[in-house]
């Protein structure tokens, strides 16, 4: 392709998702502005109750629908006051990785991956949403296996409410730029043979060599591994399952990073060294789940 093949690829690219891209980043910020996440939080309790969990976990859990953060500084608060033991904190946080992964569905993989990757990344957010349900069931039986008291938290937790064109231009700023930058250098690189002379370089993999290229992409920015992902299935170089791998391989790879980066201040700051258990152990079952993926896929599709 030539420079002007290029440029008209990209523009049709912009053109198909961007629209995509600012229609759902725009309901998702209407939604939350309009109360529909608390809603969603409150109409949820009735139905925690039923599973027989203590009153703190069921508030932590309603909560991290809404906000992790909210979410964790409950826990964090009936700790300290001795209403829950770490046991039972540890539990919680298990059962929180559903509400949590929620979240990013209607903040991340609904507004901006799936209209970038397609169908390929409605699959992969299935693949998050199935991985943080098996966390969950195995924080679900652990809570099961203790008893608890009825504490109630009786504050309620509210997003804060902005303007959701704002929130949509604030977002189409930011968004726009890096989906042309990062998917006119996918097709430059395309044209100029770079993607064939990785594939060449590391050809002793047993496996296609750009899964690396996205995975190491992904450890320095998710959502430009989102865009290179979507010009490597274009340009016929990545096919939708080892793009599947490469974006799982990438969570793996950044799964330290983003704990030490992200997680880890935040559970110190609320817990103190406990918090580093709790961030060793949700790490560790997330990739001990997505190893297992990985082998699904590798063996079955």
Known sequence: MNI??????????????????AVASYLVSYSINKGIMNCISIKI????????????????????????????????QALREGKIS????????????????FSHVYSFFIPFVIPVLGWTGFV???????????KSFIGYVLALRIRGCGYVIGEEVRVRE???????LKTLKSVIPLLAITYLAVNLAFSYGIFENVERILSFLPFDPNVITVAVTEFVNVRVAIVLSAGLIENGVLSQKWTLIALILGNIITLSARSFKHSLPLHISLFGKFGLKLVALNSAATFLLDLLVIFILLVFF
Not at 45 to 72: D, H, M, T
Not at 86 to 101: D, G, K
């Open 86 to 101: 770490e046991r039972e904190v540890i539990a919680t946080s298990f059962l929180n990785s559903f509400p949590a992964t």
């Open 4 to 21: 002007i093949d290029i440029t008209l690829n990209t523009l049709r690219f912009l053109l198909l998702t961007v629209p995509v891209i």
């Open 162 to 168: 902005y303007s959701s064109l704002k929130s949509l």
């Open 124 to 134: 992969y957010m299935c693949i998050r949403i199935i991985v943080s349900v098996v």
């Open 45 to 76: 309790e009735p139905f925690l109750r039923k599973l027989g969990l203590n009153q703190i976990i069921i508030a932590s859990i309603a909560v991290c629908f809404i906000s992790p953060i909210a979410s964790y500084s409950i826990l964090s």
